[in-house]
């Protein structure tokens, strides 16, 4: 027998699933300990070898395939907790990272604006006193007007050292046009420091914008000493247990990379986790027929949201973490602190929920860990939502009468109102929040809701997906039979995916609409013929095969003289004149979709500011056998429990995981308790059962 895995190492639980070869997908779930991630895998890895009568070395050993995704780079980034960076910049230039094109509002949402003059800038990665300036300049055109001062150079890396540099960045002018000064300095700084950990900015983000391939640099010199570390632990870890082959690792752009690899390029892993779920979602979706699927993850902490179009994860170029601007290539993901574990509390007399949360220790007052701060999984226990007896199938009791008197005490008394009138407050607050983000990644982006389907997972989304899937209007709600654990699903069928980009200036001039005569097919054949072939040279080298590789090509655009880009995909490649044309017209129809008909200007001019290419390999692994044939659609409740829906009690059927069917209908109210997550379907709706057993409630 032989196996593929994975796991979400979140920041409650660690979510693994299980492929055997049989395509039988198993899930497990177990506490995430925050000091040792690898014990929460190694825990869910030890369940799932009992339940096949094999030891952990026996199962481990017949394991083809481990990915995962893991937090410890976005972790790093919000405590601020990673390397001593020191930064290497041209002459004049040292002040980039703080001057941050003068943007103070950048990265906050609209609350916040409302009182940026209040705020400040935020901190840099790094203290100004780490910062160094060297003789050097070359032009827009990567000429070298001025060589590099080798000896002021070394100067500046001698001088990093002594002020205990754990890292070191090199961003210089017009890098990515001409790389060789920053390449000689890392070997200037291996010359004086073999161990020192480097990162050119030419590497990382060999692309136009001063200030962002700076700021991109530095976080990645910030996270990568701890990420490599991080990496080499949970190799060793693996391997002593059992594991016989490197772990893969979950990237933001949306496939797996090999984790010895991941300290290189630390920034592409910062969303490693939510990303999984889109890819998930993103399953889900062609399982129901649905190219468009808003994908909803609420988890213990964090509410994420995704967009799939047209059967396509929605890709950003750039992304903002602690106000700070990440120019990488990554899945869009929306954050807010909207868990089972957010903490309620009562402020000016008003209710609030988060976006603080209990975590995973000491976690909700129920779970009798020593919580005393009442959250949402104790208003969904006090509601009668969740089983207290049959929490993650039984294998954890809750404390319902420490939740009842945590609300009581915390909001119901403070309030003047009643236990269940508090915990529905609770409940109805944070799906509003819920409801709110999706609103805001998808009506923002010139989306209806209206026209998406919505999947709904996480130890806590099939919980409330039924109210806030209402609330938008959404087609249909969606909860995927491995709902709790999707975001490792999506890990687990994850390709091996590089990215490849460059910045080049291709112009059709105002006044002219014969694009393919200034915007040259050749010339851009020519591009992305350089950027295949630099993919194919970093995927060789790790042993894939060239025909298992396919390639996705998009080009950025914009109107002249506007200064932010749309990034469009080539349909055909090579092109031809023809085709340049229609990419033309590509640009222009997704420019209106985006910003409302007649708003482009085709006579503006155009200009194709930015090139990337996407090289996917498909990874070996067995085709989950997932169907199941609609036979006996009957589905027989356990019984009855009461549920505080809508200001009043309701007596809702209780299904269990094992009586739901292929074809089969749940008329709500209705409970349906599955091994580690609970689903509710609202009084007013219906749910049915599709052949691959996800639940499918239509909310209208």
């Not at 032989?2 to 796991?7: E, G």
């Not at 929460?40 to 394991?63: I, K, P, Q, W």
């Not at 980009?501 to 010339?523: H, N, V, Y």
């Amino acid at each position: 027998m032989q196996f593929f895995a994975s796991s979400d190492i979140g920041g409650t639980f660690t979510d693994t699933t299980v492929l055997d070869g049989a395509g039988v997908l198993t899930r497990y779930k177990s506490s995430t300990v925050p000091s040792d991630p690898v014990k929460g895998v190694l825990a869910t890895f030890e369940l799932a070898a009992a339940d096949r009568g094999m030891s952990l070395d026996e199962f481990l050993g017949a394991m083809r395939l481990f990915s995962h995704g893991t937090t410890i780079a976005t972790n790093s980034v919000l405590t601020r907790n990673g390397a001593k960076v020191g930064v290497i910049h041209t002459q004049g230039f040292g002040d980039t990272l703080f001057i941050m094109k003068a943007y103070k509002s950048t990265g906050l949402d609209e609350a916040a604006r409302k009182n940026f003059r209040k705020l400040t800038k935020p901190a840099p990665f790094l203290d100004r006193t780490m910062i160094r300036e060297v003789p050097e300049r070359v032009d827009y055109k990567g000429d070298a007007i001025l060589k590099l001062d080798e000896g002021a150079a070394r100067a500046a890396v001698k001088s990093l050292i002594a002020e205990g540099a754990e890292a070191i960045a090199v961003s210089l002018l017009w890098s990515f046009k001409f790389p060789d000064h920053e390449r000689r300095i890392k070997e200037i700084i291996l010359e004086e420091a073999p161990d020192m950990f480097v990162t050119l900015s030419s590497d990382i983000l060999p692309r136009l914008g001063e200030y962002a391939r700076s700021q991109t640099a530095v976080l990645n010199a910030f996270l990568g000493p701890k990420v490599k570390r991080a990496m080499t632990s949970l190799d060793a870890a693996m391997r002593d247990a059992g594991l016989p082959r490197e772990p893969l690792l979950m990237r933001s752009n949306g496939g797996v990379m090999a984790a010895g690899k991941a300290a290189d390029e630390a920034v592409g892993i910062l969303l490693s986790g939510p990303v999984g779920g889109v890819v998930g979602a993103q399953l889900v979706g062609r399982m129901v027929g649905s190219g468009n699927v808003i994908s909803t993850d609420m988890g213990g902490t964090s509410f994420d949201v995704g967009l799939i179009v047209d059967g396509r994860p929605l890709i950003q170029r750039e992304t903002f973490m602690e106000r700070q601007p990440l120019a990488v290539p990554s899945v869009t993901v929306d954050t807010i602190g909207a868990g089972g574990g957010s903490i309620a509390f009562v402020e000016n007399g008003r209710l609030r929920v988060g976006p603080e949360s209990a975590g995973a220790v000491p976690g909700p007052v129920c779970y009798g860990a020593g919580g005393t701060e009442p959250t949402v999984t104790d208003a969904d226990v006090v509601l009668g939502v969740v089983n207290p007896d049959n929490f993650l199938g039984g294998r954890m009791k809750l404390r319902a009468d420490l939740a009842r008197a945590a609300i009581e005490e915390k909001i119901a008394k403070p309030l003047g109102i009643s236990v269940e009138e508090a915990a529905s407050g609770i409940k109805r607050i944070v799906d509003s929040h819920m409801a709110d983000l999706v609103r805001q990644a998808t009506v923002h982006r010139g989306y209806d809701p209206r026209d998406f389907v919505l999947v709904a997972f996480g130890g806590a989304g099939p919980t409330h997906s039924y109210s806030y899937g209402a609330d938008l209007g959404v087609k249909s709600v969606i909860v995927p039979r491995t709902a709790s654990v999707l975001s490792a699903h999506g890990i687990l069928i994850s390709d091996l995916v590089v990215t490849k980009e460059t910045s080049q200036s291709i112009i059709s001039p105002p006044g002219s609409e014969e694009f393919s005569k200034f915007m040259k097919a050749e010339d851009i054949n020519a591009i992305f013929e350089g950027l295949q072939a630099d993919a194919m040279e970093e995927l060789t080298a790790q042993g894939v095969p060239v025909e298992t590789v396919k390639f996705e090509r998009y080009v950025d655009m914009r109107f002249r003289p506007q200064i932010f880009d749309l990034s469009v995909d080539l349909q055909t490649f090579p092109l031809t004149a023809p085709d340049v044309d229609a990419l033309v017209d590509h640009f222009i129809d997704s420019y209106e979709a985006r910003f409302g008909t007649g708003s482009s200007f085709r006579t503006a001019g155009i200009d194709m500011s930015a090139f990337r290419l996407v090289a996917v390999s498909k990874l070996e692994r067995i085709e989950q056998s997932g169907e199941v044939a609609v036979g006996d659609s009957i589905m027989v409740p356990t019984g009855t429990r009461p549920l505080y829906e809508a200001g009043e009690w309701h007596d809702a059927a209780i299904f269990d995981e094992r009586a739901v069917k292929a074809g089969g209908v749940i008329v709500g109210p209705a409970i349906v308790e599955l091994d580690d997550t609970t689903m509710v379907v609202g009084p007013t709706q219906q749910a049915t059962v599709d052949r691959f057993l996800n639940i499918i409630i239509k909310t209208n």
